[in-house]
C-alpha cells in the first residue's frame, strides 16, 4: 500500500500580516476562496487522489458494510409532549434521515404518523429537519428544514391531525427558539437579519401574517454575537429572553406583555443559568453563579427578581447539575458525575424524594415534561445503545421508543478511569472495548476529545466506536478541561489564556495510554471534530511523535484569520480574538496552520471538511493540508490526505448514506495506519 499518486506541488506564496509587531506568513492564503476556480481544481485533484488511496483499502468495504447496520438502527433524536401527543425527531430503521413523527401518549408503541420526511424532497436525502416546536395543545408543530448540510433554516408550519403544511416560509432561522402562544395563534422566535450572520433577534409571528413584517420583540446584543433563546409563561403574560453572551455568561430578562415593560433577572454577571416558568409568575432553573457545579434555584417574579432574592431549592453538590424540568408535582432533575449522567426526583420545596434507577451508563440527552398528564420523558443514550425515549417514573425508567436495541450493536464493557496531566491534575476518561477484549499493546486504539465550549464528553452512541470496538480495537475519550465534566471552573480552566492545559490534558491521555501498556505509539491513532479539530491539529504539531495516525474532521486551524470566516466571531469569548494584542499571543503560540515546521515525520493525517460546512469553513482544512503536504517527511508511508465532501456540512443532518462513505474512509484510513489492515 502506498500514500497514492503525488500531488503537484501546491503554489505558495509571500502573504504576510504584521499583527502587534509579529510577522504571520500565511502561503495558502489563496486557498481560501472556495469559489475560486483555482481552487476548486486543486480540491478535485486532492479528493481524487484521496480516493485512489482509500478505495484501494481492502478492509473499506468491510467497514461500510458494519457501519451501514449499525447506522440503520432505530433512533430517536429529540421528544416533546404536547396535549395528547408525543412529536418526535425519530429515524426509523434503514432510514436515511430523522423525520418528524406524531405518536399517541397513551399508545406510544402504535404506528407513528409521519408529518415531515425531509429525505423525499431530494434524491440525495441532503435535506434535514434542524429542529423543531410543538404548540401547548399539540395541534401544531413549527420546524426548521435545510439543505446540503447548511443548517440555514427555512421555518415551516405542519398540522400534527394531517401532516398538512401552512403557507409560513420564514428564512433565515437557524437553530431558532420558539415559544408558542397559549392559545396556538402565533410565536415567538429568533432569527437573523438579512445578510447577517449575527445580531440573532426575537421576533413575533402571528399565523397568517407575511414573516417579513414581523415585529422585533428584542434585539437588547450586549455583543452581536449574542444568542438569545425564549419560552413563554403559562397563561402567555410573559415572556422570557436567556440570551447566551459569550460562553460563561447568561443574561436573563422577562418581558411583562401586559405593561410592555422588560425586568431584568440576573445580567453583566459571568455565571450560566437556564430557567424554566415552574407557573406563571416563579421560574426554575439551573445556575452556577456562586455555585461553579450548579445548583437548582427559584425565583419569583412578582418582586425583585435579582440573584440576591433567589431561593435554593437544591444547593450545589459534588455533581452538575444539568437540567430542571417542572412537572406537575415535582421537579424532575438531570445531573452528571463526569460526564455520566442520573436522574432524580426532588419535591418543590428540595426534598430528595428519590434516584430513578436503570439509567445506567448512560447520557441523559433531554428531558420532556407533560404538565398535563404529568409524565416526564428522558431521552437517554450509551456507548451500546442508540438514543431512546424512556418514561420517567417515580422509581425507575421505563423503555418506550424504540422497543429494544438492535442486535447489530456488540457486547460492550466501558470503564472509567482516571489518568494524571502534565499538572497532576486527574482526568477522566472513558475506556470502550468488546466484552472479551483485554486491552494491550497489541491493540488498536483510537483517542478521542474535546475540551471546550462547556461541552460534557459522555456516553453517546456512535456506529463508528461500535464497528471499532466490534472488530477488536478500544476506544478512549477524554474528559479535559474546557469541557463541563466538573462545572464551571473545569471549563474556565480550559478557555482562553487557559487553551493549553486542554492540549497537555490530551498528550497526558496519549502518554498514559502507552505507558500503562493498553496500547503502544505504532498502534494509537487520535481523532477528533470541530473544536476537537483543532485539538488533533496541535496535538500533531506540538507532539508528532504522539501517535501514528490522526483523522481531524472539519476543524479550526488557522487560529489568526478564524475570525473574518462565516459564524466564528461567536468563538472568539472562548479562544480570544487576534485582534487583542495580549489574546493574539495565546492564539499564535498554538495556532496548528503556524506550527507546522519543515522536515518533520508527521503521523499520517486525514483531513475531512465539507463545502456546506456554515460554521467551521473548510478552508482550514484546505490550508492545513497543503502546508503540510509541503513540509512533512516520510509521506509515503504516512500521507496527508484531504476529502472535501459536496453537498454535506458541519455534520447535522447528514444523511446514513454520507456518514457511512465518511466513516468507512476514516476506519480504513486508521486500521491501515495502525497495521490492522
Not at 209 to 226: L, M, R, S
Amino acid at each position: 500500500m502506498h500514500g497514492g499518486t503525488p500531488l503537484a506541488v501546491t503554489p505558495r506564496d509571500d502573504a504576510v500580516d504584521v499583527l502587534h509587531g509579529t510577522d504571520v506568513p500565511d502561503p495558502y492564503r489563496w486557498l481560501e476562496d472556495g469559489d475560486d476556480p483555482e481552487v476548486r481544481t486543486w480540491v478535485d485533484a486532492q479528493n481524487r487522489r484521496t480516493r485512489e488511496v482509500l478505495d484501494a483499502l481492502p478492509s473499506r468495504e468491510i467497514w461500510h458494510r458494519r457501519l451501514r447496520a449499525l447506522m440503520s438502527l432505530p433512533v430517536v433524536q429529540s421528544v416533546q409532549a404536547r396535549g395528547d401527543v408525543l412529536v418526535l425527531l425519530e429515524r426509523a430503521e434503514g432510514a436515511q434521515q430523522a423525520g418528524l413523527v406524531v405518536r399517541s401518549v397513551s399508545d406510544p408503541g402504535a404506528d407513528a404518523h409521519t408529518l415531515v420526511d425531509p429525505a423525499e424532497a431530494v434524491d440525495d436525502a441532503a435535506v434535514a429537519v434542524d429542529w423543531y416546536e410543538t404548540s401547548d395543545d399539540g395541534a401544531l408543530v413549527a420546524f426548521g428544514v435545510s439543505e446540503g448540510g447548511t443548517e440555514d433554516s427555512e421555518l415551516r408550519i405542519v398540522r400534527t391531525a394531517d401532516g398538512s403544511l401552512l403557507p409560513e416560509r420564514i428564512g433565515n432561522c437557524r437553530a431558532s427558539s420558539v415559544a408558542w402562544e397559549p392559545d396556538g395563534s402565533g410565536f415567538f422566535y429568533t432569527r437573523y437579519p438579512d445578510g447577517d450572520r449575527y445580531h440573532r433577534t426575537v421576533h413575533h409571528h402571528t399565523l397568517g401574517d407575511d414573516g417579513a413584517d414581523d415585529p422585533v420583540v428584542w434585539a437588547q446584543h450586549p455583543t452581536p454575537e449574542t444568542w438569545p433563546n425564549v419560552s413563554i409563561s403559562p397563561d402567555g403574560r410573559r415572556l422570557l429572553v436567556q440570551a447566551s453572551v459569550g460562553w460563561g455568561r447568561t443574561d436573563v430578562q422577562v418581558l411583562d406583555r401586559r405593561s410592555d415593560t422588560w425586568t431584568d433577572v440576573v445580567v453583566e454577571t459571568d455565571a450560566l443559568s437556564s430557567f424554566s416558568f415552574e407557573d406563571d409568575t416563579t421560574l426554575v432553573g439551573t445556575s452556577t453563579l456562586g455555585a461553579p457545579h450548579g445548583r437548582v434555584v427559584r425565583v419569583d417574579l412578582g418582586d425583585d427578581p435579582s440573584p440576591t432574592n433567589w431561593s435554593v431549592v437544591v444547593p450545589e453538590r459534588d455533581v452538575v447539575v444539568t437540567t430542571v424540568k417542572p412537572s406537575a408535582g415535582d421537579l424532575v432533575v438531570a445531573t452528571s458525575a463526569a460526564g455520566v449522567d442520573a436522574i432524580e426526583r426532588w419535591s418543590g420545596a428540595g426534598a430528595l424524594l428519590s434516584e430513578i434507577r436503570g439509567v445506567g451508563v448512560s447520557s441523559v440527552v433531554q428531558l420532556a415534561v407533560d404538565r398535563v398528564h404529568d409524565r416526564a420523558y428522558a431521552l437517554i443514550t450509551g456507548f451500546d445503545q442508540p438514543a431512546a425515549v424512556w418514561l420517567v417514573g417515580d422509581e425507575a425508567v421505563e423503555r418506550l421508543r424504540p422497543p429494544v436495541a438492535g442486535d447489530d450493536a456488540p457486547d460492550l464493557t466501558v470503564s472509567h478511569l482516571e489518568y494524571p496531566s502534565t499538572d497532576g491534575t486527574a482526568i477522566g476518561l472513558f475506556l470502550i472495548h468488546r466484552a472479551d477484549i483485554e486491552p494491550s499493546v497489541d491493540t488498536p486504539t483510537i483517542l478521542n476529545g474535546y475540551g471546550g465550549f462547556a461541552i460534557t464528553e459522555s456516553p453517546v452512541f456512535s456506529a463508528s466506536i461500535a464497528a471499532w470496538c466490534g472488530a477488536g480495537g478500544t476506544y478512549a475519550i477524554a474528559g479535559l478541561r474546557g469541557g463541563f465534566e466538573h462545572g464551571d471552573q473545569w471549563h474556565r480552566a480550559g478557555r482562553r489564556e487557559n487553551k493549553q492545559n486542554v492540549f497537555d490534558d490530551f498528550h497526558a491521555a496519549a502518554d498514559w495510554l502507552v505507558e500503562t501498556g493498553r496500547t503502544a505509539r505504532s498502534k494509537l491513532a487520535i481523532a477528533g471534530g470541530s473544536n476537537g479539530g483543532l485539538l488533533v491539529g496541535v496535538a500533531l504539531t506540538q507532539r508528532p511523535d504522539l501517535c501514528r495516525a490522526v483523522w481531524c474532521a472539519v476543524p479550526l486551524l488557522d487560529m489568526i484569520r478564524f475570525p473574518h470566516f462565516l459564524i466564528a466571531r461567536l468563538w472568539t469569548d472562548e479562544y480570544g480574538d487576534p485582534d487583542v494584542a495580549e489574546e493574539f499571543e495565546w492564539l499564535m503560540a498554538y495556532s496548528p496552520y503556524h506550527h507546522v515546521r519543515e522536515g518533520t515525520e508527521y503521523p499520517a493525517v486525514l483531513l475531512t471538511t465539507a463545502e456546506g460546512d456554515s460554521r467551521v469553513d473548510p478552508l482550514h482544512a484546505r490550508k492545513m493540508a497543503a502546508q503540510l503536504q509541503f513540509a512533512g517527511a516520510g509521506q509515503a508511508e504516512r500521507p496527508i490526505l484531504l476529502h472535501q465532501e459536496g453537498r454535506a456540512g458541519h455534520g447535522v443532518g447528514k444523511p446514513v448514506g454520507k456518514r457511512a462513505d465518511e466513516q468507512a474512509d476514516v476506519l480504513a484510513f486508521l486500521s491501515w495506519q495502525l497495521g490492522d489492515e
